[in-house]
């Protein structure tokens, strides 16, 4: 399944995978950035050639998920800012403007 879009797909990728390691604690990336990028490129590549574009969203999937539910925590660890604070803050936003929102028809 080689054509002439596997270099685009794998090169676009990994630049697209490089900006959401941005969102690792520095301490992880400046050990590890560069062996992520090549495995997340050789899994983009076999990806490729095993299955096509399904098989690239997969990756993609599994490396958004690792982003949300490692590095992202991971982050907010090392800002000292407790998830549950954030999660609270989101839930009060909107239960704001749940009842802000005027519920039926407007009054004539």
Same mark, same amino acid.
């Given at each position: 399944?080689?054509?002439?879009?596997?270099?685009?797909?794998?090169?676009?990728?990994?630049?697209?995978?490089?900006?959401?390691?941005?969102?690792?604690?520095?301490?992880?990336?400046?050990?590890?950035?560069?062996?992520?990028?090549?495995?997340?490129?050789?899994?983009?590549?076999?990806?490729?050639?095993?299955?096509?574009?399904?098989?690239?969203?997969?990756?993609?999937?599994? $490396?958004?998920?690792? #982003? &949300?539910? /490692?590095? *992202?925590? +991971?982050?907010?660890? =090392?800002?000292? @800012? !407790? $998830?549950?604070?954030? #999660? &609270?803050? /989101?839930? *009060?936003? +909107?239960?704001?403007? =749940?009842?802000? @929102? !005027?519920?039926?028809?407007?009054?004539?």
């Amino acid at each position: 399944m080689q054509t002439s879009q596997t270099p685009f797909l794998v090169h676009s990728g990994c630049f697209a995978y490089r900006i959401l390691l941005l969102w690792y604690p520095s301490s992880l990336r400046s050990r590890f950035q560069q062996e992520m990028l090549a495995v997340f490129e050789d899994q983009l590549r076999g990806a490729w050639q095993l299955s096509g574009y399904r098989g690239v969203l997969e990756s993609w999937w599994r $490396a958004l998920l690792e #982003l &949300l539910c /490692l590095a *992202l925590p +991971a982050r907010l660890d =090392a800002l000292r @800012i !407790p $998830a549950v604070s954030i #999660l &609270l803050s /989101l839930l *009060l936003t +909107a239960l704001f403007f =749940a009842n802000v @929102i !005027p519920q039926g028809p407007c009054p004539k």
